[in-house]
């Protein structure tokens, strides 16, 4: 399957595996955003809403996502106590694509090249969320319980305020 998968754009493969793990997503065109805020008044939501899909490199070379709503940041101190390790970094950009075959702006964990653990914030649960779709001008729907189910997802508090 991920060969097969890595033969397909970005939106096709977010396709590919939401209805794979049976997940009901709307995936919208927008036009670019210079920041969370123009970004939710475009798409109707507040920017809390939006949950941004980040890489998180081990020092084992092994990622997980963390998922962070719109206005929050990681708190490292948080996710490296819940993952049991001493060490995490956001890779660059060269790194993040290699992970999960998304560019910076489009990483989703639906359709990653490789499927790594999800974390998702406590406070996405129970909400109708926005996040990356793959490419660049596309933004996905989903309702944050049923992306969890999805992924099996672990579900902790794992950011601060911005």
Known sequence: MEDEMAELTGAERVHADAEARGLEIEVIERPAARSLEEAAAMMGITPGDIVKSLVVKRSDDTYVFAL???????????????????????????????????????????GSTTAWPVVVDESVVGRRVSMGAGEHGRSLFVDADALIAAFEATVADISDPE
């Open 68 to 110: 962070v709503p719109g206005g929050r940041k990681i708190s490292w101190p948080k996710l490296r106590a819940l993952l049991g390790v001493n060490k995490l970094q956001l890779p660059d950009a060269s790194h993040a694509l290699a992970a999960t075959g998304y560019e910076r702006g489009t990483i989703t964990p639906l």
